[in-house]
């Protein structure tokens, strides 16, 4: 597999301050770009023809973009959901009907459970699915959809290893020829005040980009303690954040929105290679399955660009998401939901509003629909997905892997989807220890 296939060669050739202001300009027109084409939800009473929405994953994550494309469009319905859990499925059904008691038509006959369930409700007649189940799951429930001629939403992350990468940038191909919608949940691209200052950082306000420097800093999340009837494998599924085969550990399924960001400021290349370290210094009870609650990882770029991601889990620390970006003509510091500003030859901050970033990816997706033009995120959501596999890797193995290395491996670090059942024996892995564990 060539690297052409994961975009090198759109940047190769080209100068930063080349590559970015044409990347900015194509933003301009797209779901994430610098204008408002998308922002706000269009009038669609004279075309009201019904779109079926299913919603594939019903937990908190895919229950909110449910109501997210409800509101984006007043001709939307919910007409199948599905979930591996009957418990979950029936929460978020009761959540919907209750926001919605009109326009949720999902009877007991269109209630999908099982791991199956994600084709059932691809086969019942929707137009759109909405993506949530966890990040295993993705690239299969991908594919699915877009052999089917679905438009998708696709939850971040959209895979947990490379051969999963290959398969969404392989799916987006195939969503591309049958001109269908793929839209990403990494959603701080839809961010207004993000993309206002990326904007700028991209039209070159802050000159030639030398280093980008990400911080994702917070707690322990959610867990569910064992109950007697359920076996290990329904245990890990409750739990699949904490299991790498499962979520990609949370440099993947939390802290990539920081390295998407990341990318997003280098106009979307890819790096050369990366190297970095990672542990479980802290979350170290078994609850916390196999997964690390610490990495730093450095990425190298062509040009001695260096991009720097800084992430934990430690409850009890102070909390930190922010961008920095360095450049020969001025420094961008970003504060997620607090503070924008660029300093340097040309000083600026956010003054305007905040929008609902969740919302707005929604209505970006339902208003492509409605228009028949198309939004593709496919290569750069998987492009990003893979900045944080690449950051694991490195950290679990504690060598330095190229991106070419990374993305051609053919580990997979889970069963394959159709082996997946409530007694399936998995060993839920050990810990990885840098120098011992490998991962090429």
């Not at 409750?238 to 998407?260: C, K, P, Q, T």
């Not at 450095?298 to 922010?322: A, I, L």
């Not at 889970?414 to 120098?435: E, H, N, R, T």
Request: contains cysteine; charged residues 25%; glycine residues 10%.
């Amino acid at each position: 597999m060539t690297m052409e296939k994961f975009d090198e060669n759109l940047w190769k050739g080209q100068s930063r301050r080349s590559f970015l202001k044409t990347t900015a300009a194509t933003l301009a027109t797209t779901s994430v770009g610098l204008g408002t084409a998308y922002s706000m939800v269009p009038n669609m009473t004279s075309k009201n023809s019904i779109l079926k929405v299913g919603l594939i994953g019903c937990g908190g994550r895919g229950t909110g973009a449910a109501v997210q494309a409800l509101n984006a469009d007043p001709d939307v319905e919910i007409t199948a959901m599905g979930d591996i859990f009957e418990d979950r499925l029936l929460k978020s059904y009761n959540a919907l009907i209750e926001e919605y008691p009109e326009r949720v038509k999902v009877d007991s006959s269109r209630q999908f459970l099982g791991f199956d369930s994600y084709q059932k409700v691809i086969d019942s007649g929707v137009d759109v699915v909405l993506l949530a189940a966890p990040p295993y799951a993705r690239p299969h429930h991908l594919a699915a959809a877009v052999k089917a001629g679905k438009h998708v939403f696709a939850e971040k992350p959209v895979a947990v290893d490379a051969p999963g990468v290959r398969s969404i940038i392989d799916s987006a191909k195939i969503a591309k020829e049958k001109n269908l919608s793929l839209v990403s949940g990494f959603c701080f691209r839809h961010n207004t005040p993000n993309q206002a200052a990326f904007g700028r950082i991209l039209d070159g306000q802050c000159g030639d980009i030398r280093s980008v420097s990400t911080y994702r800093y917070g707690g322990e999340l959610w867990s569910f303690p064992r109950k007697p009837e359920w076996t290990d494998m329904e245990y890990m599924l409750r739990n699949w954040y904490y299991y790498d085969w499962m979520s990609g550990d949370f440099i993947v399924e939390v802290a990539v929105h920081s390295l998407d960001m990341m990318a997003w400021a280098l106009g979307d290349r890819v790096p050369v290679k990366a190297i970095g370290i990672g542990g479980r210094q802290k979350r170290v009870d078994p609850i916390f399955g196999n997964i690390y609650d610490h990495f730093a990882i450095e990425y190298e770029y062509e040009d001695d660009v260096k991009g720097y991601h800084f992430t934990r889990q430690h409850t009890g620390c102070p909390s930190r998401n922010t961008v920095e970006v360095f450049g020969s003509d001025g420094y961008a510091y970003l504060q997620m939901y607090k503070e924008w500003r660029i300093t340097g030859k040309n000083p600026w901050s956010y003054e305007g509003e905040m929008n609902v970033m969740h919302q707005a990816e929604q209505d970006a997706l339902f208003a492509a629909i409605r228009k028949n033009e198309p939004i593709n995120d496919g290569v750069w959501m998987a492009n990003s997905t893979m900045l944080g596999i690449i950051g694991r890797m490195v950290g679990y193995s504690g060598r330095e892997i190229t991106w070419e290395e990374a993305m051609n491996s053919e580990i997979e670090i889970g069963p394959k989807y159709d082996d997946y059942s409530m007694d399936l024996k998995w060993d839920a892995g050990k810990i990885p220890v840098p120098g011992v564990t490998k991962v090429i």
